[in-house]
């Protein structure tokens, strides 16, 4: 089931050398650089340090880009089960991601305008995006409304004439920070009392410096402002973009979304069982590293019987996301319903549980910036909640689970 092409295992095999090789050994310094460079909050004067460029056009000339994009033209042409064991290596580092122009939000993006975008729209966003030229943001959840349900959306996209006109508040925006941003992908209500109502929801592309647009501020995750990429909020005053701005028609904005979040949810938990591997090296180096008591204080206790609950941990949810990356590449999407939202459920748990072990183990160290701990742990619960929170997942887990037993289904006389 999980086999692997002779070409997929060459690109792992490189992007591991490549990992070691050129991004572990710069990276603490590369982030003390990133905290120096940039005053939180005042997101106007972020900036990344040139090294960046560097690490990014060492990756581009090895061939170990876009490596998320099934395209084997515009990407590396590997399946999702095939991209997933990479999405794992570059998940043990904070900045890999980026280095192979492979990071969220922007390789979702890509995907999108890659399936849905017009050739013009391929040609003045998705080239730049493909080339590490800009960066994008995308602007879904709204601070006024509860976003678990995105039918809830009170951001509206409006036809009038040979234009759309935006209006509604966005935050949590990730990227929107950064200044190399250019291109923002607008999800909105686009009414149509003809529609049901999960077609009633568009995307719209909206250059970042159009009129109207306004970045009110950046927002904080656990006092940190991980600049400068940044999370923020957004409003959008009567913004005017033409009617060719919209991505695969109005009204498609769920359908264009399942596609979206699908890859993007094998990338995110891939990249966090590599995040819980690198926290359980981490934790076990330090808990044999350091004595108390007469003995390596991972012996103390019941440690060593938390090493191996990490352990279990992680290759169970290792092996459930590559078995949900085989069913979207075998028999799609849709069938892979239930496998997707399981996932999302496992792996930011998995990982938040052992950065946890991890950081007990640490002691003070673990909550500083010392280590990538603090970094991993923002992450494992902040993906609790983005791509739509556990409690969601687990509800369509066991909406399918009735399905299958009969129960769910509409009775002859309300169809």
């Known amino acids: 089931m999980f086999v692997l092409s002779e070409r997929a295992q060459d690109f792992i095999v490189r992007s591991k050398a490549f990992i070691q090789q050129e991004i572990e050994p710069v990276e603490t310094q590369f982030w003390h650089d990133v ?32 490596m998320f994009l099934p395209d084997p033209v515009l990407g590396a042409g590997l399946s999702v089960q095939e991209y997933a064991h990479i999405a794992e290596l570059t998940g043990r580092s904070l900045i890999a991601p980026t280095v192979f122009n492979c990071n969220a939000p922007d390789s979702g993006n890509m995907e999108v305008l890659w399936r849905y975008g017009t050739d013009a729209q391929k040609q003045q966003w998705l080239m730049p995006l493909l080339e590490g030229k800009i960066r994008s943001v995308f602007g879904m959840t709204e601070p006024e409304v509860a976003s678990s349900d995105a039918t809830n959306m009170q951001a509206t ?29 607008f999800m909105a209500h686009t009414p149509d009392p003809s529609k049901d109502r999960h ?42 973009v033409p009617v060719s701005n919209f991505i695969g028609g109005a009204g498609q904005g769920f359908e264009i979304a399942q596609g979206r979040l699908g890859p993007g949810r094998i990338h995110h938990c891939m990249r966090c069982i590599g995040a819980a591997e690198k926290a359980l090296e981490l934790m076990i180096d330090r808990g044999m ?127």
């Open 35 to 66: 905290h120096h460079l940039n005053v939180d909050g005042d997101w106007t004067k972020w900036s990344w340090p040139a090294q960046l460029e560097q690490l990014k056009a060492k990756a581009k000339a090895a061939g170990l880009w876009n």
């Open 157 to 185: 996209a409006v036809v009038e004439g040979d234009e759309i006109v935006l209006n509604g508040r966005k935050w949590w925006s990730s990227g929107l920070g950064d200044p190399n941003a250019k291109i923002i992908i």
């Open 199 to 240: 077609h009633q929801h568009s995307m719209v592309l909206v250059p970042v410096d159009s009129e109207g647009v306004t970045i009110e501020r950046m927002l904080p995750v656990f006092g940190d402002y991980d600049a400068p990429h940044g999370h923020g909020q957004m409003n959008f005053d009567n913004v005017r």
């Open 289 to 415: 590293s350091r004595h108390a008591f007469g003995k390596e204080i991972l012996k103390l206790g019941g440690n060593l019987e938390r090493v191996a609950d990490a352990r279990v941990a992680i290759d169970q949810a290792r092996l459930l996301t590559l078995y949900a990356a085989y069913k979207m590449d075998t028999v799609g999407n849709m069938a892979a319903l239930t496998e997707i939202s399981a996932i999302k459920v496992v792996a930011p748990n998995v990982l938040q549980q052992v950065v946890d072990m991890a950081i007990q183990i640490h002691g003070g160290a673990g909550v500083s910036r010392d280590t990538p701990l603090t970094a991993f742990f923002n992450q494992a619960r902040s993906l609790r909640l983005a791509d739509g929170p556990d409690e969601v997942h687990k509800s369509m887990i066991a909406k399918l689970e009735l399905k299958k037993r009969g129960y769910g289904r509409k009775k002859p006389s309300e169809q």
